[in-house]
């Protein structure tokens, strides 16, 4: 019987370390000033909220079904569509490709996804910076992996994940001649970052800069 997580399990120390934090600030800060005031209970709720970010940040959302449509390359990731252009990628495919990049904030579920079925073809992992997400040269500046996918078609894409300014931890576990099945797990960036696609030129991009994606459900372009 296949058991449906509701955290992930990168989530469990982080959840685990802000626990203790808050058990021992609070027993600090108690001990130094027994008599409840006002700042007591600010600091209640500061914590209170701190923790509930922090699960929820590593929510899996069982609740997603998978969008399948022929030729459709879903969404990755959560978050807003931060860039829609044609550009030269050098690392793999040097030539001209579609890049389609979603910004993901600390609100996002940070699970990314295989957007279409087909097989891990290459994929490698680069250290970097840490500049903000949003940032042009964060693509190939910051700390990233790239992973390529093919389909039976022989069709390729590129999914890129990028760390951010505050992401420091991208997590990805892939190799040449893994199974893609679309929806499936493909890996996480830690507190807000940001995934690029690239795509053949002639895909049809069926999302614009600012909208919301989401990942499994938005079909992000048609090959």
Not at 75 to 81: K, L, T, Y
Not at 157 to 177: K, T, W
Request: glycine residues 6%.
């Amino acid at each position: 019987m296949k058991i449906h997580k509701r955290i992930h399990e990168e989530g469990t120390k982080a959840i685990l370390i802000t626990v203790g934090v808050i058990v021992a600030s609070c027993c600090l800060v108690n001990w130094l000033c027994p008599s409840q005031t006002v700042w007591h209970y600010l600091m209640y709720a500061f914590e209170l909220v701190a923790l509930v970010l922090t699960v929820r940040f590593f929510r899996i959302p069982i609740w997603r079904k998978t969008t399948l449509e022929e030729d459709a390359v879903i969404s990755p990731a959560d978050g807003v569509v931060a860039a829609n252009e044609v550009t030269t990628e050098d690392e793999y495919f040097h030539e001209q490709r579609r890049q389609v990049s979603i910004f993901m904030s600390i609100y996002d579920v940070h699970i990314n996804v295989f957007p279409f079925d087909g097989e891990v073809t290459y994929y490698k992992y680069h250290p970097g910076k840490f500049l903000v997400a949003f940032n042009p040269k964060s693509s190939t500046d910051n700390e990233h992996n790239t992973i390529i996918l093919k389909d039976t078609k022989g069709r390729e894409i590129m999914v890129r994940q990028i760390a951010g300014f505050v992401a420091r931890r991208i997590v990805c576990d892939l190799q040449p001649g893994d199974r893609a099945e679309v929806g499936e797990e493909l890996g996480m960036i830690r507190f807000g970052s940001r995934v690029d696609v690239f795509l053949p030129l002639d895909a049809e991009v069926m999302v614009k800069i600012g909208d919301k994606v989401v990942s499994k459900e938005t079909v992000l372009a048609k090959l």
